[in-house]
Structure formats: C-alpha cells, structure tokens
C-alpha cells in the first residue's frame, strides 16, 4: 500500500476546466456497498425536531466501497474506477458540517488524472470539513453472490464487509427511498442489508462491528464548479 500526499485533494478543489454553460463540469454515477456503526437504519440520515441530523452515538463508523458505473471530470473518464472510504462521521457533521477522521483509498488501477479528478468530486459530494484526512493506495475488490456482498480492502487486511440482504417480507428485499444522501442530486433508494461483519484497521483507526446498519445505493452527484 502507497500512501499519497493529502495535499492532492486539497489542490484537485481549485482545478479549472473547460465546460459549456449549464452543462455539469463534473458528474458521477456510483454503486455503493455502505456499513457503519449505527443499528438499522442509520439515524444520520433523518432529521430530528430542530432540524439538524446526528448520528445514533457520538460517532458512526463506516466504510464504503464505491465502484464509478460512469462518469468524467473535464475531459477524464471515471468509469470502473473504485475507491474505498474509511472514517468517523462523528456528532457534528450535522450541526456543524464537521466530520471526525477519513481515509481515501484508491484503487492501484486508477490513474493520477482519476485519481486527481475523484479527489474534489469526494469532497463535494460529502461537503463536510474532516478533522483528520488521509489518502493512500490499496487493492479494492467486490463481489455479489444472492443475498451476500462482500468487499476487501487491500486482501481484507485493511478492511473488510460482509453484508447479508434484509428478505423482506415477499423475500425480494426492502428499499427505502424518498431520502436524500448527503450532496449527491440523485440516488435510486437505500437497498436494506445488515452486516455479518464490518471492521477497519487502516491509518491508525480500529473498529469492528456485527449484526449493524448496512445498504447498497447507486447516487448520482454533480456539479457546475471544481470550488
């Protein structure tokens, strides 16, 4: 594993490129396999009585295994690039727009121009000011098989989940939808899974979770600006 200047995603925000008027500068279309620390469903998503949105404790532990279906930034393809999000949202990502601590993972298989082209449209999509931010390289695998997702980070070393479909009750699974996720302008609802297993031990940061909130979800996320 390689780690990578954070300065790369700082300076990847302040890149100008070239886009006809009204036509999105950025845009990315992406499958996620999503776990955190919260029981199912994670409260983050939803409002409480003063409007503001606060994890189910004082922090919710995830990890996301993001495959790009399409997309492009500029003149750079995104499609079949991966990238694995590891972090703590904390309590006052909600409130105050902060987040506790992440670690951007790209896969060896994505080029510096994605990689430099990915780094602005991840920030964006979550929009949040992170206390601790890292960047580094690692192997990303994901496979489906019926009613199990499971994804590695760097062989499962770094990272590993193991997720099992909620049935439902017809057995075809529960989707929720009508809810926004984070920055991104389109998704096509949070498909209900829990997790067998979901663990981290990346860049200083362990956790380990079971029987936990877990979902799959294709988001869109856009933009007319790299600022």
């Given at each position: 594993?390689?780690?990578?200047?954070?300065?790369?995603?700082?300076?990847?925000?302040?890149?100008?490129?070239?886009?006809?008027?009204g036509?999105p500068?950025?845009?990315?279309?992406?499958?996620?396999?999503?776990?955190?620390?919260?029981?199912l469903?994670?409260?983050?998503?939803?409002?409480?009585?003063?409007?503001?949105?606060?994890?189910?404790?004082?922090?919710?532990?995830?990890?996301?295994?993001?495959t790009?279906?399409?997309?492009?930034?500029?003149?750079?393809?995104?499609?079949?690039?991966?990238?694995?999000?590891?972090?703590?949202?904390?309590?006052?990502?909600?409130?105050?727009?902060?987040?506790?601590?992440v670690?951007?993972?790209?896969?060896?298989?994505?080029?510096?121009?994605?990689?430099?082209a990915?780094?602005?449209?991840?920030?964006?999509?979550?929009d949040?000011?992170?206390?601790?931010?890292?960047?580094?390289?690692?192997?990303?695998?994901?496979h489906?098989?019926?009613?199990?997702?499971?994804?590695?980070?760097?062989?499962?070393?770094?990272?590993?989940?193991?997720?099992?479909?909620?049935?439902?009750?017809?057995?075809?699974?529960?989707?929720?939808?009508?809810?926004?996720?984070f920055?991104?302008?389109?998704?096509?609802g949070f498909?209900?899974?829990k997790?067998?297993?979901?663990?981290?031990?990346?860049a200083?940061h362990?956790?380990?979770?079971?029987?936990?909130?877990a979902?799959?979800?294709?988001?869109?996320?856009?933009?007319?600006?790299?600022?």
């Amino acid at each position: 594993m390689k780690a990578l200047p954070v300065v790369v995603l700082v300076l990847a925000l302040a890149v100008s490129l070239a886009a006809a008027p009204g036509e999105p500068l950025w845009r990315m279309k992406a499958d996620y396999v999503e776990a955190c620390s919260c029981h199912l469903f994670c409260q983050c998503y939803f409002s409480d009585s003063h409007g503001h949105k606060h994890a189910e404790h004082p922090f919710c532990k995830f990890n996301m295994a993001v495959t790009v279906r399409e997309g492009h930034s500029g003149n750079v393809d995104l499609a079949n690039t991966k990238y694995w999000l590891t972090g703590d949202l904390g309590d006052k990502w909600g409130t105050e727009k902060k987040a506790t601590w992440v670690t951007v993972s790209f896969d060896p298989k994505t080029t510096q121009a994605q990689r430099d082209a990915l780094a602005p449209i991840i920030l964006k999509t979550y929009d949040l000011e992170w206390g601790e931010l890292k960047v580094q390289e690692a192997s990303i695998e994901i496979h489906q098989s019926g009613d199990i997702v499971e994804a590695k980070l760097a062989d499962g070393k770094q990272a590993y989940l193991k997720l099992q479909r909620e049935p439902g009750i017809d057995g075809k699974g529960v989707v929720l939808k009508n809810v926004k996720y984070f920055e991104a302008v389109q998704n096509d609802g949070f498909q209900m899974y829990k997790s067998i297993e979901h663990r981290a031990d990346v860049a200083g940061h362990q956790f380990s979770y079971a029987d936990r909130n877990a979902f799959l979800i294709t988001i869109v996320s856009q933009g007319t600006s790299a600022k």
